[in-house]
């Protein structure tokens, strides 16, 4: 059984300093880690918060997902869409996939669950297929909105140093990509999912 939000604040903590600091450790050391470790340190960590505030499209919170999905569509069937997000960041290219209806991941019916899990197949390979790309990285997180959102991020090869979980920190610090080739990139994707798996890719903005 996990530990209670107060057994787990106290268990975390650890050797921390009086501020509720943990030292740097283990990410810190890698080789991929974005940051150098000197001046580098840990902010306190929070009490808990139970319950926790809702997020958006839950407890009457309007929902992005529902009311109005972020960016350009770029493909999309009866049941799902693709999209990408107005401004291009450090990754080539970065989209998401959500259900048109208002779905959390563990709320799915199963036609919907097994459709996802043929999709991420289908994105992943759309996107490794495209020339300069080594890895499509998926990632749900779902802390912020309650319509389920699975994010891809394109991690462009011949650099090591961009591999694993860093590289959604460091599409944040890289310059962005210029806007015009992250929008064709997409829109072979979409194509390309168009080919493989069914649905429409949407005309390119
Ligand atoms: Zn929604």
Same mark, same amino acid.
């Given at each position: 059984?996990?530990?209670?939000?107060?057994?787990?604040?106290?268990?975390?903590?650890?050797?921390?300093?009086?501020?509720?600091?943990?030292?740097?450790?283990?990410?810190?050391?890698?080789?991929?880690?974005?940051?150098?470790?000197?001046?580098?340190?840990?902010?306190?960590?929070?009490?808990?918060?139970?319950?926790?505030?809702?997020?958006?499209?839950?407890?009457?919170?309007?929902?992005?997902?529902?009311?109005?999905?972020?960016?350009?569509?770029l493909?999309?069937?009866?049941?799902?869409? &693709?999209?990408? =997000?107005?401004?291009p #960041? +450090?990754? *080539?290219?970065?989209?998401?996939?959500?259900?048109?209806?208002?779905y $959390? /991941?563990?709320?799915?019916?199963?036609?919907?669950?097994?459709?996802?899990?043929?999709l991420?197949?289908?994105?992943?390979?759309?996107?490794?297929?495209?020339?300069?790309?080594?890895?499509?990285?998926?990632?749900?997180?779902?802390?912020?909105?309650?319509?389920?959102? &699975?994010?891809? =991020?394109?991690?462009? #090869? +011949?650099? *090591?140093?961009?591999?694993?979980?860093?590289?959604?920190?460091?599409? $944040? /610090?890289?310059?962005?990509?210029?806007?015009?080739?992250?929008?064709?990139?997409?829109?072979?994707?979409?194509?390309?999912?168009?080919?493989s798996?069914?649905?429409?890719?949407?005309?390119?903005?």
């Open positions: 059984m996990p530990l209670t939000p107060e057994e787990f604040y106290a268990n975390a903590l650890g050797d921390a300093d009086q501020d509720g600091r943990v030292a740097l450790s283990r990410m810190t050391g890698w080789k991929i880690f974005p940051f150098e470790r000197e001046g580098l340190r840990v902010v306190p960590l929070l009490r808990p918060e139970v319950p926790e505030a809702p997020r958006r499209g839950e407890d009457g919170l309007a929902c992005g997902g529902c009311d109005a999905p972020l960016g350009g569509t493909w999309e069937n009866e049941r799902w869409r &693709l999209i990408t =997000f107005g401004e #960041s +450090g990754a *080539p290219l970065v989209m998401m996939l959500q259900p048109k209806g208002h $959390d /991941l563990i709320d799915l019916p199963e036609d919907l669950a097994a459709e996802l899990g043929r991420v197949v289908h994105v992943s390979r759309a996107l490794e297929s495209l020339p300069g790309i080594a890895r499509a990285h998926v990632s749900r997180w779902g802390d912020g909105g309650a319509h389920l959102h &699975l994010f891809f =991020f394109a991690r462009p #090869s +011949g650099f *090591p140093q961009l591999r694993g979980t860093c590289f959604a920190i460091w599409d $944040d /610090l890289l310059a962005p990509v210029p806007r015009e080739m992250r929008d064709a990139d997409a829109h072979t994707v979409a194509l390309t999912l168009e080919s798996f069914g649905g429409s890719a949407t005309a390119p903005p």
